[in-house]
Nanobody
């Protein structure tokens, strides 16, 4: 079973940038479809972005499109989330998640039920 560890969260001012990392251990990393989700206090966990196993296709929530970029380095077993132009409403705990059943297909990338393994999360706070 793959294990996921997120890092890179922190406090940033509005308009600033952060890069989150999620490093996996276990099976060949390219066999996992990877997603990023976030959860703000009192709200449901929501999808942010996802990427196919080979990195050829990416998917984004409308709320982050044009500001966030998901990428992966399979040699390092790591998926990244580059977050630019951060807003206070981006404040949340960010989680990476892995799906090993269909690494090359983006259908239902936004569905929490698609992912079988989750990291512990990293906190992102956007505030002046």
């Amino acid at each position: 079973q793959v294990q996921l560890v997120e890092s890179g969260g922190g406090l940033v001012q509005p308009g600033g940038s952060l890069r989150l990392s999620c490093t996996a251990s276990g099976r060949t990393f390219s066999s996992y479809f990877m997603g990023w989700f976030r959860q703000a206090p009192g709200k449901e966990r929501e999808s942010v972005a996802a990427i196919t196993g080979g990195g050829g296709s990416t998917y984004y929530a409308d709320s982050v499109k044009g500001r966030f970029t998901i990428s992966r380095d399979n040699a390092k077993s790591t998926v990244y989330l580059q977050m630019n132009s951060l807003k206070p409403e981006d404040t949340a705990s960010y989680y990476c998640a892995a799906d090993d059943r269909a690494p090359m297909f983006g259908a239902n990338w936004y569905a929490r039920s698609r992912y079988g393994v989750w990291g512990q999360g990293t906190q992102v706070t956007v505030s002046s």
